[in-house]
Each structure stands twice: as C-alpha cells, then as structure tokens.
C-alpha cells in the first residue's frame, strides 16, 4: 500500500512539472493531494488499543503506586504498570484480544476484573476501586514471658547460700 501511494506521488510530482496546460495540472495537483492524505491515514492506522483509568478507594480519594497486571486471556502475556501519584494507569498498545486486569494495593483487597474485550484502536476507560482490607502479617515471638511483676509494685527475689558465701566480707577495715 505503502508503495502505491510513493509511486503515486511521484507520478503526481512529475504530471505537474512537464507542464501542460492549467485544467491537467490542477487535475495532477488534486490527485498528488489526496496520495499525500491517503499516505498519513495509513499511518494513523493502528492494530492496537489502549486501556487506562484511575485506581481509587471507597471514599474516592486516588490510590497512589497501586501496581496492575493486564494478562491475556488467550496469549498469557503479561504487562505490569504502577499507578502514578495521581493514581492514574494507562496500557498503551494492547494488541486486540480478552484481557484480565488485577490491581492491589497495601491496605487494600486485590481487585480483578476480567474478560475486558480490547479491539482494534479502541480507548477503554477501566476505573478500579479497591475495598480496604486487612494486612495479613503474622509475628511470631520466640521468647520466654517477661520476669517483670506487671500485677503490682511488689518485688520479690530470692537469694541463694552460695551467692551469700560468694560476697566479700568487711572486717576490721580489711576484706576477708
């Protein structure tokens, strides 16, 4: 296609160069005119579609640094992209197919929405609102109970014999 319309122009090109007379040259004008719209609205054409939103909360307040997953149904190919502090995403140049679209956030329930139907130089707007949830850490102590009395101000220790034996003792000015 490409190549018909080069040749066009240049054949246009040279019908308005050799001269001839007016009606012949507006003729030629008119069609290497339209070989140069055809030529850019070919290349505007595209096989691609696009996908973005915004990723919110509840309350509708943005959901910054999010991070999204689009996945093809049909292919399995993955593409990742990490909300901006505004909270918007886009998925430029999605080739046409089913994608499933999965979001999460820390805080937040993961959000999945599937069997979104991208075709050809199509611009869908796929808002996400992520539920809150709770985080699911655990930690787990590896160590004995306090020896601190936390019941009241009483403290209580008992004092072994050796330890008794152990301590220096004062006698007349000297230790023993």
């Not at 009606?23 to 973005?52: E, H, P, Y």
């Amino acid at each position: 296609m490409l190549l018909f319309l080069h040749a066009c122009i240049v054949s246009g090109a040279r019908a308005i160069s050799m001269g001839g007379n007016v009606r012949s040259k507006v003729v030629a004008a008119s069609i290497l005119l339209l070989c140069f719209l055809a030529r850019s609205a070919a290349r505007a054409q595209s096989v691609n579609g696009s996908l973005s939103g915004t990723v919110t909360d509840p309350t509708g307040a943005v959901i910054p640094k999010a991070d999204l997953t689009l996945t093809s149904e049909e292919t399995g190919v993955v593409k990742n992209f990490t909300a901006g502090p505004d909270g918007l995403y886009a998925f430029p140049n999605v080739p046409s197919g089913v994608y499933d679209l999965r979001a999460s956030a820390k805080g937040f329930r993961d959000y999945v929405q599937e069997g979104i139907a991208v075709r050809v130089g199509a611009i869908l707007r796929q808002d996400v609102m992520l539920q809150l949830g709770a985080s699911t850490q655990t930690v787990e102590v590896q160590a004995n109970a306090s020896p601190l009395n936390f019941e009241n101000g009483e403290r209580k220790e008992g004092v072994n014999p050796e330890t008794i034996k152990a301590l220096p003792l004062l006698v007349a000015g000297s230790i023993r």
